[in-house]
Nanobody, 121 residues
Framework: QVQLVESGGGLVQAGGSLRLSCAASTLTFSRYTMAWFRQAPGKEREFVAAVSWRTLYAESVKGRFTISRDNAKKTVYLQMNSLKPEDTAVYFC?????????????????WGQGTQVTVSS
């Protein structure tokens, strides 16, 4: 079983920045595709970004968010700049146990518990 622990969420004003971190327990972290999803109240969980040997972003965050990973630290990051109120959601770290890109909830093998990001106007 792989455990994912998110951190870095909080309250920020529109236009501000936050960096989320997700630490993984697996020894084979470098072989996993890592991703971030988010879920706002009353909405379905949606894809935000993923990284394997390449990166992929949802159109809504492209140019503002950057996903990266540090395999030595077994950690994936999500740098969020130019935040908007519509970015407010619980952000979930996710892992797929292969290097195949993940873009949907059904492709995720492990989930973190989530961290709240609130962007005020």
């Amino acid at each position: 079983q792989v455990q994912l622990v998110e951190s870095g969420g909080g309250l920020v004003q529109a236009g501000g920045s936050l960096r989320l971190s997700c630490a993984a327990s697996t020894l084979t972290f470098s072989r996993y595709t890592m991703a971030w999803f988010r879920q706002a109240p009353g909405k379905e969980r949606e894809f935000v970004a993923a990284v394997s040997w390449r990166t992929l972003y949802a159109e809504s965050v492209k140019g503002r968010f950057t996903i990266s990973r540090d395999n030595a630290k077994k950690t994936v990051y999500l740098q969020m700049n130019s935040l908007k109120p519509e970015d407010t959601a619980v952000y979930f770290c996710a892992a797929r146990t292969s290097l195949e890109m993940v873009i949907s909830v059904s492709e995720v093998d492990y989930w973190g518990q989530g961290t709240q990001v609130t962007v005020s106007s």
